[in-house]
Structure formats: structure tokens, C-alpha cells
């Protein structure tokens, strides 16, 4: 496994939870990163991106202000901190490493590696 994302959990609406994820990519500080999400019934959807500084970053209308990708390549770590959540922030939770890409992106193709998942549920 060379993304391993943690952190999901149970929470309330209005709650705050952060996610992390440790990657072995040898790459990982070289190229962008993303969240994705997948809810139960529903195909899998771009959540945030940041480039490969962390200096850049762009965020799925549901979710910006609300959400914040950061990340740290000293640490071979990504995170997602998610505030207010709502109960249709449940989903499953995916990192994402890119092998070549530089500047954020929401179009899954261009990751190519990924976390196993973690699964978050907002409940009302």
C-alpha cells in the first residue's frame, strides 16, 4: 500500500474532522495530490487538490470554505481538514498521489496512485 489514509469516524453535523494520509511514493513532494469521495450509490467525486508545493490549491463548490487540503512532503503527508460538516459529506474517502502532474487537478486520470479509504459519516 503506498497511500494510507486515516482519520474518518462518526461525527454530528456542525462537527470538525481531519484526515490524514502517509504515502511511501517515492514522488510524493515532487507532484499534486487530491481527495476524492464516494458516496454509497453515487460514483466517485473530485473533493480538493493542491500542487505539488501546496501552494495552490482548488476545491469542489460543496465543499470550499468548508475544507482546507494542505500538505506536508517533509513528511511524506497529506491532509484534508473537513469543518461544518453536513450529512451529505458522508462518503468514502480517497488520496490521491499524481506520477506527473504538477498543478492541481480534478480529473481523476491524472492520479495515479491511491489510498485504500477511510469512510466518514456526518450524521444529522
Known amino acids: 500500500v503506498q497511500l494510507q489514509a486515516y482519520g474518518g469516524g462518526l461525527v454530528q453535523a456542525g462537527d470538525s474532522l481531519r484526515l490524514s494520509c502517509v504515502t511511501s511514493?517515492?514522488?510524493?513532494?515532487?507532484?499534486?495530490v487530491a481527495w476524492f469521495r464516494q458516496a454509497p450509490g453515487k460514483e466517485r467525486e473530485f473533493v480538493a487538490t493542491a500542487n505539488w508545493s501546496g501552494g495552490s490549491t482548488d476545491y469542489a463548490d460543496a465543499v470550499k470554505g468548508r475544507f482546507t487540503i494542505s500538505r506536508d512532503n517533509a513528511k511524506n503527508t497529506m491532509y484534508l481538514q473537513m469543518n461544518s460538516l453536513k450529512p451529505e459529506d458522508t462518503a468514502v474517502y480517497y488520496c490521491?498521489?499524481?506520477?506527473?502532474?504538477?498543478?492541481?487537478?480534478?480529473?481523476?486520470?491524472?492520479?495515479?496512485?491511491w489510498g485504500q479509504g477511510t469512510l466518514v459519516t456526518v450524521s444529522s
Open positions: 490521491t498521489a499524481s506520477g506527473g502532474i504538477y498543478d492541481t487537478s480534478s480529473d481523476e486520470r491524472v492520479y495515479d496512485y
Open positions: 511514493v517515492r514522488t510524493f513532494g515532487s507532484y499534486a
